[in-house]
């Protein structure tokens, strides 16, 4: 399964689009991007995926490039809630279902 | 819909003693896993079960852990006897594997605290 690479942290002003980026350049063609974030003191939650075409949901978008070497996960309007570590995980459906979770990029939304 | 449900929350114990962690998966998920996280390590998994057979197990840090899903709504993850490094917060997913790109919903973790 291809690895990702995400910055460290970043700080999002509160309202304002937070676009989290996660480069996969050695993804396959069959490997699914996944996007979780973290909560301190909670588990993971699942927020969105995807494969080849932009998603959205009622929590993010996720716009993946064309040649898919790289997303970027976006939460439209952020709040403070939205503070917490966000996780890009590839994956292939038929495989091992192993996510392996990096660093992640430590968000946090300021007043 | 409930979600993945762990117990305890919580979990205090003195080295040596054996600790068993508690999963119940989302209703009508086939697959299972067990995930340990710490500060030095990150989320790793431990082992993952699909229709409560145990298919990758790599992940077991040692003897001292073993897992069992005796039926598609129950796992137990058990550390005996336990160590202080064991002390981390570990988590259970569940999922449906096998239908597509179904992701993995998890619990809220048991923090374990081995003095």
């Known amino acids: 399964d291809a690895k990702t690479t995400q910055p460290t942290s970043m700080d999002c002003a509160e309202g304002r689009a937070a676009n989290l980026p996660c480069n996969h350049s050695t993804i396959s063609g069959n490997e699914y991007v996944y996007w979780y974030r973290q909560i301190h003191s909670q588990g993971p939650q699942y927020i969105i995926h995807g494969l080849k075409n932009n998603e959205t949901n009622e929590m993010a978008s996720l716009i993946i490039t064309e040649d898919r070497k790289s997303s970027t996960l976006i939460l439209p309007h952020a709040t403070l809630r939205d503070t917490a570590v966000y996780y890009c995980i590839v994956l292939r459906p038929s495989g091992t279902y192993k996510y392996i979770f990096g660093t992640g990029t430590r968000l946090k939304v300021l007043a | 819909d409930a979600g993945v449900i762990q117990s305890p929350r919580h979990e205090v114990t003195e080295m040596g003693q054996e600790v068993t962690l508690r999963c119940k998966p989302i209703?009508?998920?086939?697959?299972l896993f067990w995930y340990r996280q710490t500060m030095m390590r990150g989320l790793e998994l431990l082992i993952y079960?699909?229709?409560?057979?145990?298919?990758?197990d790599s992940g077991m840090p040692e003897d001292r852990f073993s897992a069992k899903m005796p039926n598609a709504s129950f796992s137990t993850l058990k550390i005996q006897p336990s160590e202080p490094r064991d002390s981390a917060v570990y988590f259970c997913a569940s999922s449906r594997v096998g239908a597509g790109d179904q992701p993995q919903h998890f619990g809220d973790g048991t923090r374990l605290s081995i003095l």
């Open positions: 079960f699909n229709n409560n057979v145990p298919i990758d």
């Open positions: 209703s009508g998920h086939n697959s």
